[in-house]
């Protein structure tokens, strides 16, 4: 094997997805090389060889020939690594010991078409994820395109295999992280993979923690980011979205595509989802504490209007709050799973006629309505829904502490949730840390 070839092949060695193929063209010896899922190999090498048929081919050079291709190269490593990454086809003429790099064609990776639908995106790429997981990679390597993007895929299940790939950024990512991930999956590869809860499974995780160990998203400028700052990123066969790991705390309040407002914005978005996640997490138990426990931390005027809000109310709070804030999440779930053209109908019934009629009838308190839609609009500020399902969880705890030993009640269970957080931790890596980065290029 030719030296050049052999230091190519080394370079890419961790990448399942690197192709090395051996073709003719004219009888020339030829190596076709490049990553599977950013070309369309089978239709490339067709387009080639047709178009090999119809040029007049037997009158030119060696050059002129080489050149119908596209731009030959001198055997530049830099330059033949570089065109691969970006999605080129490079074609190694092995007698001639010469490179061309030719604009193959290309799997179909973006969606103009079919923007994200479960992440809003104001300014930044529409492009999501889809069910294929070799578009799913390619749509990475096209936001990050770089050398040091490594993938390793596996095989998983005894039954039905699903496939599962790994990526990291060498330069960026510890080592020792991506170590535990590799052995994890291989000490399970027997077992069935069909959803989440299997796939938590097969890492090692618990599957009784309310907080997810994987950040998903469906945005691969999220993934390129994630990519960035150490982390590693799984994406599994049909499901259309990726899986980072580690989630941190710190992926509750910030997301790449903050980056694109001025700074003084984005630094006030990211404080408006801390206050949202407070507010969830402290109104309704403050409520349930002030009305039913510690009514004397009221100034006697507002204590007064409280007191004539829940007049002929035949509930304590706790029953009061608990009751409306079950009927809430009955709302949101119906409103999930319902067709799109009957959800904005079933949100207006549920919230207006029907939150009119239950203080009407004296059931609830005008207050009480008022705390539940801001604790559902704070709630909603997070990122991904995923997390905001599990503020929600904890919101209940706190409630009930509240009735029980009211504002001690409250700040008792922020720090159960304070240190139920902080004991988390993801391949021995804490939760509550705030970054992975391991940037070579700045450590020199």
Known sequence: MDPLIKEITTKFLNNDDFFLQQDYFMDSPVIL???????DLTESREAIHVYIEHANSASKTIDEFMSLFGEVKENDMNVVISSIVQGKLIIYFAKYNKFVVSQPIPKLLNRFTEPPTNENV????????VED???NVGLVRKQLSTDQLLVKSFYVGQDEKKKISLMYSENHVQMELVNNIVRQLEMNLDKNVH??????????????????????????????HSLRMGKVVLFVDRLPFALVL???????????????????????????????VLMTLIIPALYVALVAVNPEVLR????????????????PALVEILMILLLLELILEASVRLPKSIGPTLTMVGGIILGEAIVAA?????????????TTIANSTVVGFQNSLS????KYLIVILAAIYGVLGILAGLVLVCAYLASLTTFGVPYIQIHLAKDRTKNG
């Open 133 to 135: 997981i070799e578009q």
């Open 122 to 129: 104001l300014q930044g790429p529409l492009s999501s994820f």
């Open 195 to 224: 959803n989440l809860q299997n796939l938590s499974k097969t890492m090692g995780f618990s599957s009784w923690g309310p907080f997810t160990k994987f950040n998903t998203t469906e945005l691969p400028q999220e993934v390129a």
């Open 246 to 276: 580690p989630s941190l705390l710190w992926d509750l309040f910030a997301m790449e595509n903050d980056r694109n407002f001025p700074l003084p914005l984005m630094l006030s978005i990211r404080f408006l989802r801390i206050t949202g």
């Open 33 to 39: 090389m490049g990553f599977n899922t950013m070309i």
């Open 362 to 374: 004296k059931l609830v308190s005008n207050l009480i309505i008022i705390i539940l839609a801001a």
């Open 300 to 315: 006697i005027e507002l204590a007064l209007a409280v007191s004539q809000s829940r007049d002929g109310v035949p509930y």
């Open 391 to 394: 503020i929600r969880l904890f």
